[in-house]
C-alpha cells in the first residue's frame, strides 16, 4: 500500500508540474483589465481613503480593503493566520527652538531643515569643523587622522570631488557611491559621534521651496530593537547663504572651499572660526502601521516563493491646498491595484486546477514614501524565508504617461523596467521573453543604470530585496507633473495601459513561478 500512495503522490506531483506547463496563462491574464482596474482604484484612491498616509485611518482603511479582497480570492492569511503584518514605527517630531551663525538667526522650514533623534540640547561653540565632503575611501579621504566627536561639522552635501570628468574618489567618470546611496555618508558620519552635522547643499533652497518648509512633520522609523543606542548627532540642511555667513569670519567662502578641493583633488579639512548657538530637542510616538500579505501555497516547489509587491500608502493630506487630498492614483494606487488583479488572475488559474508550482505573496507595503520602511522590516524579519524567495516583482506607478513619453507615438505602449539584470542576467532574459510573447510593450531601460542620478534603482520597495541578493524588476511609467501633487487623480488614469503593464508583470511571475530552475543569481548585490 505504501508503495503505491508513493506511486500515486509521485504522479500527482509529475502530472500537476505537466499541467501547469501546458496551460495557456493568457486565459487568465484576461481577469486583469481595465474595468476591473477601475473599480479597485476607484475606491484605493477616493477622498475618502484620505490619501492612505502611513500611520494614518485612511492607510488603515486601505489596508483592511487590500485584505478584504485577498480574502474573496480565497489566498491565505499566513502571519499566523492574519493578512496583516505589524510594521513597528515610531514617529519621531524634531523641533529646532532657536539657530544663530554669527549672531544672526535662521528659522527652522523657512531657511533650513533639520532631522534628529537627539535628547533635548542646546550648543553653543565658537568653532566648526570643515570636512569638506565628508567622503573617507581609499583614494580620498576628508577625514584622515580626523576625531570630530562631539564636535560642530559643517561638510558638502552635493556630489564629490570630480576634475578634469573623472572622480578623485572612483578614479572614473563614474561617482561613487558617496554619491548615489543617499544614505551612505550621512551614516558614516553620525557614526564618528559630531554633536551637530551641517550639511550644505544649493539644493536646499529648491526643496524649502517645493516642500512648503522642507520634509515636515514626524519622521517616521522603524523601532528599533534591543537596548538603547547612541543618540545621533542632528543634521541641519543649510543652504550656501547659511554656509558664508558662518564662515565669514574666516576670510573663505563655501565655493572656494569646494573649489579648492575640485581643483587640487585634496581635503581641505581644517577647523574655522565661526559661532553657533542652537536648541533642539525630540519628541516620539509609536505609530501603528501594517503591511497586507496574501498567500498562494504552490504545488511540486511550493517551498520556493515568488513576490508580487507594490506601496499601498501615500503622502495623505493637503491642509493648505483646494485640493485637500493626494489621493496618489498612480503613485501608488495603480501597482496596488496591479497586483489585486494579478492575485485574481493566479487565483482563478488555481480554482481550475492550474495553481502555480510556487507558491506566491501578494506584498502590499506601508511606509515607502517615508523610507521604504515596510519592505525594509519585512526583509529584516521575512515571513518566508529570503533563502527560498526566488525574485520581487514589484509595481510602483504603472497608470500615466511620464514626461519622456508624453505626445510620443508610442506613449501608450511602454514601460520603464528597472533591475532585471542587475542580480539576474536569466531574470532578464525571462521579463524579455514574455514581453515579446504577450504582451509587446517597449520596455525602456532608460532608468536602469546605477548611475542614474534619479536613483530610481534604489527608490523604492525592490531594493530591500536586492540588497539582500534577491533578484528584482521593478516596473514604473516614469515622474509626471501630477508625481507627489494632489492631481494625482483617478482621472488621468490611463486604465488600459495599466492593465496591459500588469498583464506584463503576471506573464513574468507565471514563468518564474513555474520554471523548472529558478533564476541564478550571477552578479553580487549593488
Not at 545621533?232 to 565655493?255: D, H, M, R, W
Amino acid at each position: 500500500m505504501k508503495k503505491i500512495s508513493l506511486c500515486i503522490a509521485s504522479l500527482a506531483i509529475i502530472t500537476g508540474a505537466c499541467a501547469q506547463k501546458n496551460t495557456n496563462p493568457e486565459k487568465y491574464a484576461k481577469y486583469i483589465n481595465a474595468d476591473n482596474a477601475r473599480k479597485h482604484l476607484s475606491i484605493l484612491a477616493s477622498d475618502e481613503f484620505e490619501g492612505r498616509e502611513t500611520g494614518k485611518p485612511g492607510a488603515e482603511k486601505a489596508a483592511n480593503y487590500i485584505a478584504g479582497e485577498f480574502k474573496k480570492l480565497g489566498l491565505q492569511a499566513p502571519v499566523n493566520g492574519s493578512y496583516f503584518l505589524d510594521i513597528p514605527l515610531v514617529e519621531n517630531v524634531f523641533k529646532v527652538s532657536s539657530f544663530s551663525v554669527n549672531g544672526t538667526s535662521f528659522s527652522s522650514g523657512k531657511d533650513f531643515y533639520a532631522t534628529g533623534s537627539s535628547d533635548s540640547k542646546t550648543i553653543n561653540v565658537s568653532e566648526v569643523v570643515f570636512i569638506g565632503y565628508g567622503i573617507s575611501d581609499t583614494n580620498y579621504d576628508d577625514l584622515k587622522d580626523i576625531d570630530i566627536t562631539g564636535k560642530v561639522v559643517l561638510y558638502i552635501n552635493d556630489g564629490e570631488p570630480v576634475s578634469n570628468g573623472l572622480s578623485k574618489v572612483s578614479g572614473t567618470a563614474i561617482k561613487s557611491a558617496w554619491s548615489t546611496n543617499r544614505s551612505k555618508r550621512i551614516q558614516f558620519l553620525q557614526s564618528k559621534h559630531p554633536d551637530l552635522i551641517l550639511a550644505v547643499s544649493p539644493n536646499v533652497a529648491n526643496i524649502l521651496k517645493r516642500s512648503g518648509g522642507g520634509p515636515g512633520g514626524g519622521r517616521l522609523s522603524i523601532k528599533k530593537e534591543g537596548p538603547a543606542v547612541r543618540q545621533q548627532g542632528a543634521v541641519f540642511n543649510i543652504t550656501p547663504e547659511i554656509a558664508n555667513q558662518l564662515l565669514k569670519n574666516s576670510g573663505k567662502t563655501y565655493e572656494e572651499l569646494k573649489k579648492a578641493i575640485d581643483d587640487s583633488g585634496t581635503p581641505q579639512t581644517q577647523s574655522l572660526k565661526g559661532d553657533i548657538s542652537t536648541s533642539y530637542a525630540s519628541e516620539s510616538k509609536d505609530v501603528k502601521a501594517v503591511d497586507v500579505l496574501g498567500f498562494l501555497p504552490g504545488t511540486d516547489l511550493k517551498d520556493e516563493v515568488l513576490v508580487f509587491s507594490a506601496h499601498y500608502d501615500h503622502l495623505g493630506l493637503n491642509p493648505n491646498g483646494p485640493d485637500k487630498v493626494y489621493n496618489g492614483a498612480d503613485d501608488d494606487g495603480s501597482g496596488t491595484t496591479g497586483i489585486l488583479e494579478i492575485a485574481r488572475a493566479f487565483a482563478e488559474a488555481k480554482k481550475d486546477g492550474h495553481g502555480p508550482r510556487r507558491s506566491i505573496l501578494f506584498l502590499g507595503n506601508v511606509g515607502e514614501e517615508k523610507g521604504l520602511l515596510g519592505s525594509e522590516y519585512y526583509t529584516d524579519h521575512p515571513v518566508f524565508p529570503l533563502a527560498n524567495t526566488i525574485t520581487d516583482l514589484n509595481i510602483d506607478m504603472i497608470g500615466r504617461v511620464g514626461f519622456d513619453y508624453i505626445g510620443k507615438p508610442d506613449s501608450a505602449n511602454y514601460v520603464y523596467t528597472i533591475g532585471s539584470a542587475m542580480l539576474s542576467k536569466e531574470l532578464h532574459q525571462v521579463n524579455e521573453d514574455a514581453n515579446n510573447k504577450y504582451t509587446k510593450l517597449e520596455q525602456d531601460y532608460k532608468y536602469d543604470d546605477l548611475n542614474d542620478p534619479n536613483r530610481f534603482y534604489y527608490r523604492s520597495d525592490h531594493y530591500n530585496f536586492a540588497k539582500h541578493g534577491v533578484p528584482i524588476i521593478f516596473y514604473f511609467n516614469g515622474v509626471h507633473a501630477d508625481y507627489h501633487q494632489p492631481g494625482d487623480e483617478v482621472s488621468k488614469i490611463n486604465f488600459p495601459l495599466l492593465a496591459k503593464r500588469a498583464q506584463l508583470v503576471y506573464y513574468t511571475g507565471w514563468d518564474l513561478a513555474n520554471r523548472d530552475k529558478r533564476p541564478v543569481v550571477d552578479a553580487p548585490v549593488k
